[in-house]
Every structure is written in C-alpha cells, then in structure tokens.
C-alpha cells in the first residue's frame, strides 16, 4: 500500500502541520492513491488527527513526536514530504528514485539555508519544492507555485509514480 511520510525533523515546524492536518490534503492523498500517511511532528505545537479519530475514510493515519530511527517510515515511503534538513533529503533521496521527495521550505528560519538545499535538489529534479502555503495545490494539481520555471517534468506524474 502505498505510503506517505512527512517528518520535520527535531524543530517545529506547526505551518507544515496544520498544512498536512486538513481534509483537503487527506483527500488529496487518497486521489493519488496512498492509503497510509506517517507523520512525525516534533516539538510543535499542533498535534495531528490520526485515524482513531474517524479523520478521513481509506487513509489510515498514524503521528509521533520522535523515534529513535525513522530507517523504517522511510523504507516503507514512496512519498517524503518533508523539511528541507540536509539529512533528512539525503535519507529521503536513498536509494535513488526508491521514493518521491516534496520539500516544504521553513521560512520562518533565520537565513534560510534550506532553501538553498531545496533549490539545488530542484534543479537537478531530484525533489519538488513548495511553501506550506503552497503545498495542497501540489499535492492536488502537481503545479508548485513558488518556483515553476525552474523544474521541467511531469510534476503530478513525479509524486505518483
């Protein structure tokens, strides 16, 4: 069944949860055909719904604040939405084209160096890069908003397959 994992490391990061806590991103999923989300939210404050609450009917929805090891929700991800920490798109990104990475730019951090991570990963076209704002009109139409000149594919065929 196919999965999708959003983590955000070991900061906050509450504007990507609220993003991934709403029935339109639920829906969303379901439309591309994932049946699982996985969703590590750290020290935030916005505690996601899970599946026990009844949020939405065929995704089965599980949330944690930290794991020792996150080695098995990525192994079992076709999708990472995630941060854009170094470790965690490089653990997203391994093994190549195992899984589909979206990268959610924090720009709430002081410089913002994620972002030059992200911009590089898109450039290559190894990941999609969006805003929280931004990140439902990916999931439903596969068009990223923030920087759409600078990726050439089949975006909604890129988080799919």
């Not at 009917?57 to 794991?67: G, S, V």
Request: charge should be neutral; aromatic fraction near 8%; hydrophobic fraction near 40%.
């Amino acid at each position: 069944m196919a999965t999708a994992f959003v983590t955000v490391g070991t900061t906050s990061f509450d504007k990507l949860i609220n993003e991934v806590n709403k029935t339109k991103f639920y829906e969303g999923l379901t439309r591309l055909g994932y049946k699982n989300l996985i969703i590590q939210y750290g020290n935030g404050s916005i505690i996601p719904h899970t599946s026990e609450e009844g949020s939405v009917e065929n995704l089965h929805i599980e949330a944690f604040r930290y794991k020792d090891s996150l080695k098995a929700e990525f192994a079992n991800a076709s999708l990472v939405i995630s941060h854009g920490g170094a470790g965690v798109c490089l653990q997203a990104l391994t093994p190549i084209g195992s899984r589909r990475l979206i990268i959610v730019i924090n720009d709430s951090l002081m410089g913002n160096h994620q972002e030059e991570l992200a911009l590089t990963l898109l450039r290559g076209k190894h990941a999609l890069v969006c805003t929280p704002s931004s990140l439902n009109q990916l999931i439903w139409t596969g068009v990223e908003s923030i920087y759409p000149s600078k990726l050439t594919c089949d975006r909604l065929n890129f988080i799919t397959n």
